[in-house]
Every structure is written in C-alpha cells, then in structure tokens.
C-alpha cells in the first residue's frame, strides 16, 4: 500500500539533508569532549608522553588539521563518483565512513592532546589561565573546536553538488520517477545552501545546543572546586562538591528544552486544522506539553522531536521540511512515534542507562581499588573508567536505543489504528492498514533523508526493518505482547542497576548516614 500524497510538494532535497544526519552525532562527539575535560585531574593528567612544547603544538595542529582533510577526502571522492556516473548509494556510503573517521579523529586527536601532551600545561601555566573559571577549559578544547569547524568546511562542496542532485528510487510521483531537485512550497527551484547559511546552521544545532550546556556545567565544577573545603564543612560530606557538580548537571539535563527551543529558530505552529489534530492527539492520549512549535530549518531537516522530561518544559518541535513535505495523516504518524516516546518514559529510561553505566564503570573501578587493593592511582583510575564506558555506550546504549524506537513505532501505529475512520469496528483490521501507513510514511521520510532503507545507524535500526516491525506487530499479536515483555524486563534491569549501585554509593561514600 502507498500512501496518495502531494507529489508537487514532496519534491525537496536529499542529499544536503542525508550530510546533516551524518553529522547529527557530532552532538554526542561535542559531549564526549566535555566529558573528557570534566573527568580531567585539577592539576591535569600526570605522566604525559609528550612533554616537548613544539611537538605538543604540531600534535594540536594536527587535531585541527587531520579530522577536515578526512572529511574532504571524502566529500571529494564521493563527489568524483558522481560526476562519473555513479550512483548516489555507493557515494553517500563512501563519504560516511570518511565522515566517521573524522569524527574518530576529532576525539582521538582530543585524548591524545589532553592525556599525553604538555597541552594542559600550556594553556593554564604558560597562558596563565588556569586561575580564570571555565576559560582554561574552553581554550583546552579550541582546537577540538578548530577541528569541527573544518571538518563542516571541508563537506560543504559535497553539500552543494547533493543539495541540486534527484533522489533515485525515492518514488517521488505515480510513475516511480526520481524525486526532482529541491524546491520551495510554490514549485521553484530551491537555491543552493550558501556557505554562512550552512555554517550557522550546523554551530547552531550541533555545536551550541550541547556546549553552552555542558559550559555551564563545567563552570560549576570549577566553582565548587573552589569551595571544596568550605562545602564539606558544611554539608558534613567529603563528596558535597561532587553532589554540587551532579545538581547542575540534573538542573541542566531538566531546562535543556529550553536552551535548545532558543538555540534553534522555532516558532509557536500557528493555529489551523494540523494543530488542532494535534492537539486533539495530545489530548486523547493525555500527553501534556507546553506548547507546539514549528522548527525552522530552511526545509533542510524532515523530522520532529517531543523535548522535556516533565511537562511544563516539553516542547513538541515539528520542522518546516516535514510540514512541507508530508500529508496531515503523515505527519499525525510522524508525531505518534514522538509521543510514544513520552507515554512510554523513554527519556526517564535514558537517564537511568547514563547513571548505571556510570556506576558500573566508575563504581566497579571504586570497589576493586577499595576491596582488592587495585594499584592504580586516581586518574589511572578515571581513564580505566573511561575507557570501559566507550564499548558500554557504542554497544548498550544502541541496543537499548533500538528497541525504544520500535516501541514508540508501534505506539504510533497503535493511536493511527484507533482514528482511522474506515467504517470497520475490527481492531485487527484496522492495526493492519495503520501499520501500512506507517510504513509508507517511514519510507517517505527516509527517501527525504536521503537515507537508504536498508541502511542502518547507532541509535536506529534500518528504515525496512522498522516497516517489517510494524507490519509484523500488526499480525501477530503474541509476538507484540513478548516484544513488549522483553522491554519492561529491560527497563526493569536499569532500573535495578541504578538502584543498587546508588544504595552502594551512599553506603562507600557517606557512612554516617547509615548509623543507627
């Protein structure tokens, strides 16, 4: 089944916005990055390899230099593949494993400079920064700055050549033509991303929105560094500033939504029948929010988010790309995945993966220093832990995030098959055809990503494999009740491990609590 839509306004670009996913996990490289300056010694990691002040500077230019001329190399060669023929599948893969090393090499490049040089050193003696709060932290990561900047740089040829370039095998009209090249909601051709317009875009939503945050963050360790002693003294607990560093976090994690509704360009979706729909859908299900906002990307995103832990800093964002690009019931689609999210406390979930990875990885170090007289030293100690939460992240936090997609999927399908108006009162039905418009709408979005359907990431599992999910739900209802089992056991076990490593962590750390 096919979805009938508005062919003359499905026809936008692909490629252009195909780059801006590959990059989107750049956000969590930029959290990487502060985490890794976070978890740094005051006095910074002893034991450097590198203690030479010119080589330490061609290392840090290298950090600049190497992460961009990955991602040119890339852009450049997918570019030459298209010009000579190629198909536009090979040359989007080609350019994001480039893209990838790129970002390997941002962070990379950082550990490297942070851990082994002398660069610490330089920024807070040599410069003198290390009396000025959250300033020698900022300057320590300017060329990790540096390097993303380029890195934007170098891609944004490739953006241009894929912006103006037809979508194969995007169904883009009845007769299973390619999607024509970008244009605007009055059928003109769309103009080429100028490069300031690119730059800021890509500072603004994958930049910013995660290092004002995360600086903020960083302020307030160095502040309640700086009080250690007189916050012990008062709160009667060695770990009060650690506490301080953990409620800033907590209180930033909470007004995020906020930060991120003024980072972006977004304004209240104006009143008419789409926001009515939608908030006769929040209203049904009891979904609360604070307000709907239509996000403007320049019709370069096709997507929507639900942001906010709690309801009065919850903001449901829809794009302009996918206003623009789908039909009501399509984006009605699009939105039941969102609120899925919400109904079924993903977000919470999310949170709770973070804290216990934390706890297992700093916690286990903690113990056996404790119990088994591990002969490490404190940093050696924070780089372990570090080190063990790379492959708990890469591989855990995926899984994890793959099955909440799916649920949220048929979330989705399940509110769609609750309105669709066929004059049939059979629930199996109805589960049926809304899965195929499901379906229809994935692949309608995957096709305006630029996304090839089969082609999986970190956090999603492949387009086609999420049609079969949802077609597979709709038929098969004792799978669907398992599949819902197997979720609640997995919430239930983050639930459990942050728990027990909680109780562990008051117990190490703050002994008096528990005397009698």
Known sequence: MWVPCRTDRIRHTVGSRAFAARWCSMQLIVIAAFAIVLAMPPGGWPDVWVESLPLT??????????????AGAGAAL?????????????????????????????????????????WHYVVRHTLGLGAVPLVDELVLLTPFFVGVLLCWLAAYPAERVLRLRPVSGSRGDDAGNDVPPSRDASGAAARPWPLAEYMMFNIRHHLLLMAVPMAIILLAKDVAESYRRELADWTGAPWAAEACLAATAGVMFLVAPVIMRRMWTTVRLADGPLRQTLEDFCGRIGLRYREILLWRTGRMVVNAAVMGLVWPVRYVM?????????????????????????????????????????????????????????????SEQTLWALTVMLPI????????????????????????????????????????????LYAATLYRIAALNGIAPEARSWRHSSIASRMEFARWCARDAVGRRRFAHSIWWVKLVLFVITLVGGVTGMIMYWPSAWRL
């Open 57 to 70: 500077l061609v290392l840090v230019a290298a950090l600049m230099l190497v992460p961009g001329l990955l």
């Open 393 to 436: 992240w890469l591989g855990g936090f995926g899984w994890v995030s793959r099955r909440f997609e799916r649920q949220a999927d048929w979330f989705a399908v399940d509110c769609l098959a609750s309105e669709l108006a066929d004059g049939s009162s059979d629930l199996p039905a109805r589960q049926t055809m809304a899965a195929e």
């Open 318 to 378: 829809l794009s302009d790309g996918l206003l623009d690009a789908l039909a009501p019931r399509e984006v009605e689609a699009v939105f039941g995945h969102e609120a899925g999210h919400v109904k079924h406390h993903h977000l919470f979930y999310y949170v709770l993966f973070a804290a216990a990875a934390a706890m297992v990885a700093f916690g286990g170090f903690e113990l056996a220093r404790r119990f088994w007289t591990l002969p490490i030293s404190p």
């Open 78 to 118: 997918a570019i030459s593949r298209l010009r000579r023929g190629g198909s536009d599948g090979p040359a989007h893969r080609l350019y994001g494993g480039f893209s990838a090393a790129a970002r390997f090499g941002l962070l990379a490049g950082l550990v490297v400079t942070l851990v082994g040089t002398s």
